[in-house]
């Protein structure tokens, strides 16, 4: 396969990653965004804490959830990198450049064991 072609597939891959690591974190900041306003809401609203006290506890649910979601796809990330170097293929990037190396730091999913 030439590099031409191999070069466009990492561009095709590296611009469809970097649109779901922003459409990820867009999420969070949704969900972020709505949980920061149940409190002043209710209290506006006259109602007691128990109000809204279960779509408090869904929304943080679902923050787990994308954050779960987020550490998989940096392990994606990191894997494609991996898988990138292996073909022979110089670095793509989209957006913020500068990144931390964030190998040695273990991320975490529900259900995963943190390696000792």
Do not use: C, Y
């Not at 506006?44 to 869904?58: W, Y």
């Not at 649910?61 to 292996?86: C, F, G, I």
């Amino acid at each position: 396969m030439s590099m031409d072609i191999r070069e466009a597939a990492a561009l095709e891959i590296a611009a469809a990653l970097f649109a779901g690591e922003e459409a990820l974190d867009n999420s969070l900041a949704s969900v972020a965004a709505v949980m920061s306003r149940f409190p002043a809401t209710r209290s506006r609203a006259g109602l007691s804490i128990a109000h809204g006290q279960q779509m408090l506890e869904a929304a943080g649910e679902v923050t787990v959830l994308l954050t779960e979601a987020r550490a998989k796809l940096w392990t994606l990330h990191k894997k494609l990198e991996a898988t990138q170097r292996q073909v022979g293929l110089g670095h793509v990037a989209f957006g913020p450049t500068e990144k931390p190396d964030f190998g040695q730091v273990p991320v975490q999913a529900r259900g995963e064991e943190q390696a000792a």
